[in-house]
């Protein structure tokens, strides 16, 4: 579960895990530089990186642009809620995360 579900990563993963991280970092770094970065205007890639950072900290959980901002606003890191669903936007269509709608039972 650490590593994912890349079979190459897993592969590497028996080697030592730290050739599948640097594996997943490669992978990330070229989506990063090939696909957002060509597309998309980041003026602020630390803030990206926090509100990426934030995701992969609560995957599983719900989250909202507005809660996110507030969050790293509270630490710190002056966002609104805005960009935050733009950067957002850039990582569901480059394909690394996806957004699920809520639903109500």
Do not use: P, W
């Not at 490669?26 to 530089?33: C, D, K, M, V, W």
């Not at 926090?50 to 901002?69: P, Q, T």
């Amino acid at each position: 579960m650490r590593i994912g579900g890349f079979a190459e990563a897993v592969g590497l993963a028996e080697t030592g895990e730290n050739f599948a991280y640097e594996y997943l970092q490669n992978i990330y770094e070229n989506i990063y530089e090939n696909d957002i970065l060509k597309r998309h205007t980041i003026y602020h890639e630390n803030s990206y990186k926090e509100v990426i950072d934030f995701l992969i900290d609560n995957i599983g959980s719900s989250s909202s642009a507005r809660n996110i901002a507030g969050v790293l606003t509270a630490n710190g890191k002056k966002i609104d809620n805005k960009t935050v669903s733009k950067y957002i936007d850039t990582l569901v269509e480059s394909y690394l995360f996806y957004k699920r709608q809520r639903t109500f039972a």
